[in-house]
């Protein structure tokens, strides 16, 4: 745990002082420590046991070893694809012949996780907000499978996607999707954001009543975050009760076992992360209106599939979309006097806010209820270092 938290700060810190001297004109040493950013948590990737994690150790060891014994790409395609998407087997494929470990393999593909993160980041904002938008993914990685394999960049690429969307590139939009689709179906859910893009579209209404709220509508907003929050928390509870009244078949509750609906602490962090988001004002890059939309469409989807223990992880990836509006949580000055220091000040302090409010929520959940539903893979992360 307090591996991969240390691991995600320093790579946020190098992304927020990189974006902040390419500002100052210095970029040759900004594009160094944005490389730092993608090569820390990719070379933690490629350290770390290939225990840890059930995609990893069910899905990218299963297929090294089927790619490393296949006569042909064509024949490992024939073997494999009924199973898996066709990017992510390629991407296996020329792992193994280009670097032949299995470990080699682990880094490559969290390092094209997080280049295409960043890429998405930067086109959004420009550099604003990279490191808290980066935070936030490297955040959403740690769930319960720890996985840096096909869910992660098909998110990943969705982002990219998403992005250019954004900026009414819908041609980049469609190629990108289709990538994400190629890598795990999960970035099929890129296509429900044009439809919102379209509707704002058509809404009058200015932005300033979404990001200058009265305190009536400041509450309301904190109440629509807390309530699905609780409500998915107790819905295992809520069901127990209602199966032992008889108010639902035995059927319905057998995929409540196991704390499967708990909240991953992940989650509850992008909740505080778009929380914050909803109270600053943002440039007109991403709109008010799509971040406010998304983020009901998001929690809506995430109650939808929420209620048994494998499905609550595809909730989570109605929460991905978000990550890009973190680019509003960074100053819009450019280059001037004292610029690097105001800029990484402040978001040394959002960075820190978000790795104790992580540590606090995995402290709580783990040593005070001992709930290890949740994390457990906690006692194996440690086999980094075998």
């Known amino acids: 745990m307090i591996l991969y938290l240390s691991t995600f700060a320093l790579a946020a810190i190098c992304a927020s002082i990189a974006t902040a001297l390419q500002r100052c004109e210095q970029r040759a040493w900004g594009f160094v420590l944005l490389g730092c950013a993608v090569l820390i948590p990719s070379l933690v990737a490629g350290l770390r046991s290939t225990s840890v994690g059930t995609d990893t150790s069910g899905y990218v060891v299963e297929l090294y070893d089927a790619a490393d014994s296949a006569s042909s790409l064509s024949s490992f395609f024939a073997d494999q694809l009924a199973r898996f998407e066709p990017l992510f087997l390629l991407l296996v494929y020329c792992g193994v012949n280009m670097f032949g470990s299995i470990e080699a393999l ?21 550099g ?88 009536a509508r400041a509450l309301a907003l904190t109440g629509m975050v807390a309530l699905p929050v609780v409500f998915s928390m ?66 809506v989807m995430y109650l939808l599939v929420s209620y048994s223990e494998h499905l609550w992880r595809f909730g989570t990836y109605f929460m991905y979309p978000l990550i890009l509006g973190v680019v509003g949580l960074a100053p819009a000055e450019r280059s001037r006097a004292g610029y ?47």
């Not at 893009?197 to 200015?206: A, E, N, V, W």
């Not at 499967?260 to 992360?273: D, E, K, N």
């Not at 960075?351 to 104790?356: G, P």
């Not at 606090?360 to 457990?376: C, K």
Request: proline share 2%; aromatic share 14%; charged share 15%.
């Open 106 to 126: 682990l880094f490559f593909i969290e390092l094209f996780n997080c280049i295409v993160v960043v890429a998405a980041l930067y086109i959004t904002g420009k």
């Open 128 to 215: 604003r907000g990279l490191s808290l938008g980066y935070l936030l993914y490297l955040l959403l990685h740690f769930n319960e499978s720890l996985n840096v394999a096909r869910q992660s960049l098909a998110m990943g690429i969705l982002l990219l996607a998403l992005a250019f969307l954004y900026q009414r590139r819908f041609v980049r939009y469609a190629v990108c999707l289709l990538c994400g689709i190629g890598f795990h179906l999960s970035a099929v859910i890129g296509l429900m954001y044009l439809p919102i893009l379209r509707l704002i579209d058509m809404l009058t209404f200015d932005r300033k009543h979404i990001v200058h709220m009265k305190p």
């Open 234 to 299: 107790s819905f295992a509870s809520v069901m127990s009760l209602a199966e032992a009244l008889g108010i639902v078949p035995d059927r319905f509750t057998i995929y409540l076992t196991s704390g499967g609906t708990a909240l991953p602490q992940s989650l509850i962090v992008a909740y505080l992360v778009v929380l914050g988001i909803l109270w600053i004002e943002r440039d007109l890059v991403i709109e008010g209106r799509f971040t406010a939309l998304s983020f009901l469409y998001g929690i």
């Open 340 to 386: 690097l220091l105001r800029v990484v000040d402040r978001e040394f302090v959002a960075i820190a806010a978000l790795i104790l409010i992580a540590f606090a929520l995995w402290y709580v959940q783990i040593v005070v209820w001992g709930n290890h539903d949740t994390l457990p893979y906690v006692s194996d992360i440690l086999g980094v270092w075998q």
